[in-house]
């Protein structure tokens, strides 16, 4: 984890040097109160990886690396975290970026930075309540669970992390109104990942 925070911080510095030539954008930014700051810093850093996370599912190379996490047969709190270590970086270190270039105070992006850890771990929590109408404004574990369906009909579905919203820009917005679960978890073809940590690792950097 500390490897990965270095890495990760590493990035954000060079594009704080970036950001340099950003004074006008920067400046707006923390001109606005805090509260609204957050509020603008979720949208932009949900929409940024919710692209991002459409490109794992799409591009070959990326899935390789993605395609760990899909390998969970069933969900619980941990599988937000089973991940290769290149797309942890990746993914924080590409979602945190614009964050800091566009001028987020630093508070706000330690504060997106634990609603991140937390709705992680609820969105793929084995939770088997319903929460009305408020699947339809936050990322809650039945809208994600869908997400990891072995099912045709979603692989292409629910890449947002925080708010549904980015979804129905994307088109990609999936989630029954009947209030059902996924039967089923995991990869369609499940022998495309191996197990064990090592050689789920090791695999993600092998042509196939």
């Given at each position: 984890?500390?490897?990965?925070?270095?890495?990760?911080?590493?990035?954000?510095?060079?594009?704080?040097?970036l950001?340099?030539?950003?004074?006008?954008?920067?400046?707006?930014?923390?001109?606005?109160?805090?509260w609204?700051?957050?509020?603008?810093?979720?949208?932009?850093?949900?929409?940024g990886?919710?692209?991002?996370?459409?490109?794992?599912?799409?591009?070959?190379?990326?899935?390789?690396?993605?395609?760990?996490?899909?390998?969970?047969l069933?969900l619980d709190?941990?599988?937000?975290s089973?991940?290769?270590?290149?797309?942890?970086?990746?993914?924080?270190?590409?979602?945190?970026?614009?964050?800091?270039?566009?001028?987020?105070?630093?508070?706000?992006?330690?504060?997106?930075?634990?609603?991140?850890?937390?709705?992680?771990?609820?969105?793929?929590?084995n939770l088997?309540?319903?929460?009305?109408?408020?699947?339809?404004v936050?990322?809650?574990?039945?809208?994600?669970?869908?997400?990891?369906?072995?099912?045709?009909?979603?692989?292409?579905?629910h890449?947002?992390?925080?708010?549904?919203?980015?979804?129905?820009?994307?088109g990609?917005f999936?989630?029954?109104?009947?209030g059902?679960?996924?039967?089923?978890y995991?990869?369609?073809?499940?022998?495309?990942v191996?197990e064990?940590?090592?050689?789920?690792?090791?695999?993600?950097?092998r042509?196939?």
């Amino acid at each position: 984890m500390q490897a990965i925070l270095i890495a990760v911080t590493a990035s954000t510095s060079w594009a704080a040097a970036l950001g340099d030539h950003a004074h006008v954008v920067q400046q707006g930014m923390r001109a606005l109160p805090a509260w609204l700051q957050f509020v603008l810093a979720v949208f932009v850093a949900d929409l940024g990886q919710a692209l991002l996370h459409r490109a794992y599912h799409r591009v070959p190379l990326l899935w390789r690396f993605h395609a760990i996490h899909h390998s969970s047969l069933h969900l619980d709190w941990l599988a937000g975290s089973r991940m290769h270590l290149v797309e942890i970086v990746l993914t924080r270190s590409l979602v945190l970026v614009p964050l800091v270039v566009i001028g987020f105070e630093q508070a706000v992006v330690n504060a997106y930075v634990v609603l991140a850890g937390v709705q992680a771990v609820l969105a793929h929590a084995n939770l088997g309540t319903r929460f009305g109408w408020l699947e339809h404004v936050l990322v809650l574990p039945r809208y994600h669970h869908w997400h990891h369906a072995r099912d045709r009909a979603f692989v292409d579905a629910h890449y947002a992390i925080h708010l549904p919203v980015v979804d129905r820009l994307m088109g990609t917005f999936r989630l029954p109104h009947d209030g059902r679960w996924p039967e089923a978890y995991g990869l369609l073809d499940p022998s495309e990942v191996p197990e064990g940590i090592v050689a789920q690792h090791a695999s993600a950097f092998r042509r196939r």
